[in-house]
C-alpha cells in the first residue's frame, strides 16, 4: 500500500489547483469564487515548492498556467466556457507530453526503477496517453451540451473512475513486472575470503 500512495502522490499534488476548483464549484456553486480560489491554490502550491527548492513538474506549471489563463478568461468575460474548454487543453497537452519514451519512470517508485526497462513501460505510457486524448475529445462534448455543475460533475466521475481504474491496472502490471524481475534475479553470493597463511 505505501507503494501505491507513493506512486499516486506526484499526480495528485498536480493537480491540486483542479482539484480545489471542482470541490468549490460543487459546494458553493459559485463559479466565480471557485475559479479564484482554484487560481490562489494553484500559485500557493508552486510558491510553497519554489520556497522549499523542491522540483515543480510540467505537469504543475502547466496546470497553473492554464488555470490562471483560462480562469482569468472566465472571470473577465463572466463565460464560464473558458473554463470548462480548459481540461480539452489540459488533457492535449499531457496526451502529448505522454507519447514520449520513458515519461513514467519519474513517477516510478525507487525500488522499482532498476527492474523496469523503457520496453516496459511504454506501452503503459500509450495507455495513459490515449486515455487522456479520449478525455480531451469528451470534454469538449461535455462543455458544449451541458451546464457548468452538471459538466463539471460528469467530467469528475468520468475522469476520476477512468484514471483510478487505469492507475490500478498499470499499477498491478508493473508490480507484478518488478516481482518477477528480483524473483528472476539470483542473489548475490558472498565471496569467500581465501585463509590467512
Known amino acids: 500500500m505505501r ?17 480545489v476548483f471542482f470541490i468549490l464549484l460543487w459546494t458553493t456553486h459559485d463559479f466565480t469564487l471557485a475559479t479564484a480560489l482554484g487560481i490562489a491554490a494553484g500559485v500557493i502550491e508552486v510558491t510553497i515548492r519554489l520556497i522549499r527548492k523542491k522540483p515543480v513538474g510540467v505537469i504543475t506549471w502547466m496546470s497553473l498556467g492554464l488555470v490562471v489563463l483560462m480562469g482569468s478568461a472566465s472571470i473577465f468575460t463572466h463565460n ?8 480539452t487543453i489540459a488533457y492535449s497537452l499531457v496526451g502529448a507530453a505522454m507519447l514520449k519514451r520513458g515519461w513514467m519512470h519519474d513517477y516510478l517508485p525507487e525500488i522499482a526503477k532498476p527492474n523496469l526497462t523503457p520496453d516496459d513501460l511504454a506501452p503503459w505510457g500509450y495507455a495513459w496517453s490515449g486515455l487522456m486524448f479520449f478525455s480531451a475529445a469528451l470534454n469538449i462534448a461535455l462543455a458544449l451540451t451541458l451546464d457548468p455543475i452538471a459538466w463539471s460533475a460528469t467530467l469528475s466521475i468520468f475522469g476520476l473512475a477512468s484514471k483510478i481504474v487505469l492507475f490500478a491496472i498499470t499499477y498491478v502490471a508493473i508490480r507484478a513486472k518488478v516481482i518477477r524481475a528480483r524473483n528472476a534475479t539470483p542473489p548475490q553470493e558472498a565471496v569467500a575470503t581465501p585463509p590467512a597463511a
Do not use: G, N, Q
Open 3 to 19: 507503494y501505491l500512495l507513493e506512486a499516486a502522490r506526484p499526480i495528485l499534488i498536480d493537480l491540486l489547483s483542479t482539484i
Open 80 to 87: 464560464p466556457l473558458f473554463v470548462m474548454l480548459k481540461p
